[in-house]
Nanobody, 123 residues
Framework: VQLVESGGGLVQPGGSLRLSCAVS????????IGWFRQAPGKEPEAVSC????????YYRDSVKGRFTISSDNAKNTVYLQMNNLQPEDTAVYYC?????????????????WGQGTQVTVSS
């Protein structure tokens, strides 16, 4: 199993980035896939997952209306479109996979992780 992120970089406030998570070893309908981020000196936090408690995508409050998670089953890839990025979005973004309550799980119980991609929002 591999989760490989790409698409991070440096962007000015108000800019956009699209992160990709290429999944190998299982199909996207087998696990929930999600994005977590960790800023320096802070604990990892869930950003968005393909599933939530009611089956709809999960978004943390601070990214609602700005970030969109999507999937391409043919490419076995999950995307995170991030618009109107702000300095507080600066972090290493990780792709993760586990059961349907992925975004509610502690980092210590999540089965699969990617290597992370840096997102820096700065003028």
């Amino acid at each position: 199993v591999q989760l490989v992120e790409s698409g991070g970089g440096l962007v000015q406030p108000g800019g956009s980035l699209r992160l990709s998570c290429a999944v190998s070893g299982f199909t996207l309908d087998y696990y929930a896939i999600g994005w977590f981020r960790q800023a320096p000196g802070k604990e990892p936090e869930a950003v968005s997952c393909t599933n939530s408690s009611d089956g709809s995508p999960y978004y943390r409050d601070s990214v609602k209306g700005r970030f969109t998670i999507s999937s391409d089953n043919a490419k076995n890839t999950v995307y995170l479109q991030m618009n109107n990025l702000q300095p507080e979005d600066t972090a290493v973004y990780y792709c993760a996979a586990d059961g349907p309550l992925l975004c509610y799980s502690s980092q210590y119980f999540i089965t699969y992780w990617g290597q992370g991609t840096q997102v820096t929002v700065s003028s």
